[in-house]
């Protein structure tokens, strides 16, 4: 236990008030707005909220300390995604059509007949679900068609334009779902490899500011990205620096070369 240093865990209400609670953490003013940020963004624990549960002068031991979880954090960025109106739309269409084939065994049976695929459900609780319905959207598009024709289920098919769209989302979410998948492996995973991520997504976001539907959601997600994950390329001695990442990038020899002054 005595060599226990960093804790990671996602950025829910619970879970921050249960570590605070075993550690009795001391957080910088910096790491608390940043943490509260978060809970905002992580919302309700049951009827009760993180800020009605801890006294105002909550400390916790300098021995310890919080790390959010990546993935969650991560994904908590993707907010800015599911908050546009004309994904919104797109989506909702796309739960209309695989509720019918979900309650339809005539639907799906032909589908599979067809391509040898049902269509992914939509879940609450699932990382990135929506790419991978796009996905497979996208993967059965011909034979969807197909079985929605001879069915004389049209309206739940997708115009051109519809269609267009669903390619263009996944291949802008495409890396966010690389790279959950990633990092929630068992074994072999690293936080080295965070930094990189961090600026492949990064560099990935920067290449849609010029498509249309696309161009203010990506700068949306990219300065939600610098501020969340902002505290791990701050100025070296500063109180909201968390080093943890740059440190293991640096001596992970996979990556140190990227670290290196230009």
Same mark, same amino acid.
């Given at each position: 236990?005595?060599?226990?240093?960093?804790?990671?865990?996602?950025?829910? =209400?619970?879970?921050?008030?249960?570590?605070?609670?075993?550690?009795?953490?001391?957080? %910088?003013?910096?790491?608390?707005?940043?943490?509260?940020?978060?809970?905002? #963004?992580?919302?309700? @624990?049951? #009827?009760?909220?993180?800020?009605?549960?801890?006294?105002?002068?909550?400390?916790? *031991?300098?021995?310890? %300390?919080?790390?959010?979880?990546?993935?969650?954090?991560?994904?908590?960025?993707? +907010?800015? @995604? #599911?908050?546009?109106?004309? @994904?919104?739309?797109?989506?909702?269409?796309?739960?209309?059509?695989?509720? +019918?084939? %979900?309650?339809?065994? $005539?639907?799906?049976?032909?589908?599979?007949?067809?391509?040898?695929?049902?269509?992914?459900?939509?879940? *609450?609780?699932?990382?990135?679900? $929506? !790419?991978?319905? $796009?996905?497979?959207?996208? &993967?059965?598009?011909? =034979? &969807?068609?197909?079985?929605?024709?001879?069915?004389?289920?049209?309206?739940?098919?997708?115009? *051109?334009?519809?269609?267009?769209?669903?390619?263009?989302?996944? #291949?802008?979410?495409?890396?966010?779902?690389?790279?959950?998948?990633? =990092?929630?492996?068992?074994?072999?995973?690293?936080? =080295?490899? $965070?930094?990189?991520?961090?600026?492949?997504?990064?560099?990935?976001?920067? +290449?849609?500011?010029?498509?249309? *539907?696309?161009?203010?959601?990506?700068?949306?997600?990219?300065?939600?990205?610098?501020?969340?994950?902002?505290?791990?390329?701050?100025?070296?001695?500063? +109180?909201? @620096?968390?080093?943890? !990442?740059?440190?293991?990038?640096?001596?992970?020899?996979?990556?140190?070369?990227?670290?290196?002054?230009?």
């Amino acid at each position: 236990h005595g060599k226990i240093w960093k804790h990671v865990t996602d950025s829910g =209400s619970n879970m921050v008030c249960a570590f605070r609670n075993a550690f009795d953490d001391d957080l %910088s003013e910096e790491e608390a707005e940043a943490e509260q940020a978060e809970e905002d #963004d992580a919302g309700m @624990f049951g #009827d009760i909220h993180l800020c009605e549960i801890l006294e105002p002068d909550t400390r916790v *031991n300098q021995r310890y %300390s919080r790390l959010s979880c990546f993935i969650h954090t991560l994904l908590l960025c993707l +907010k800015k @995604f #599911d908050a546009r109106k004309i @994904f919104q739309n797109l989506l909702t269409k796309a739960k209309d059509l695989v509720a +019918k084939f %979900s309650s339809s065994q $005539v639907l799906t049976g032909e589908l599979v007949k067809l391509c040898g695929l049902k269509l992914v459900k939509f879940s *609450n609780t699932r990382w990135n679900v $929506v !790419y991978l319905v $796009v996905q497979r959207l996208i &993967l059965v598009r011909e =034979s &969807l068609t197909k079985v929605l024709t001879a069915c004389a289920k049209t309206k739940y098919d997708f115009t *051109n334009n519809e269609w267009n769209l669903m390619l263009q989302m996944r #291949d802008f979410l495409a890396p966010f779902n690389r790279y959950t998948d990633m =990092s929630s492996t068992e074994g072999g995973r690293s936080i =080295s490899e $965070v930094v990189m991520m961090i600026k492949q997504l990064k560099e990935h976001l920067s +290449k849609f500011f010029g498509i249309r *539907n696309f161009g203010i959601v990506s700068k949306e997600i990219l300065r939600d990205l610098e501020c969340r994950f902002g505290h791990f390329f701050a100025e070296a001695g500063t +109180k909201s @620096f968390e080093g943890a !990442y740059l440190a293991s990038t640096a001596l992970d020899p996979r990556f140190r070369i990227a670290l290196t002054p230009a």
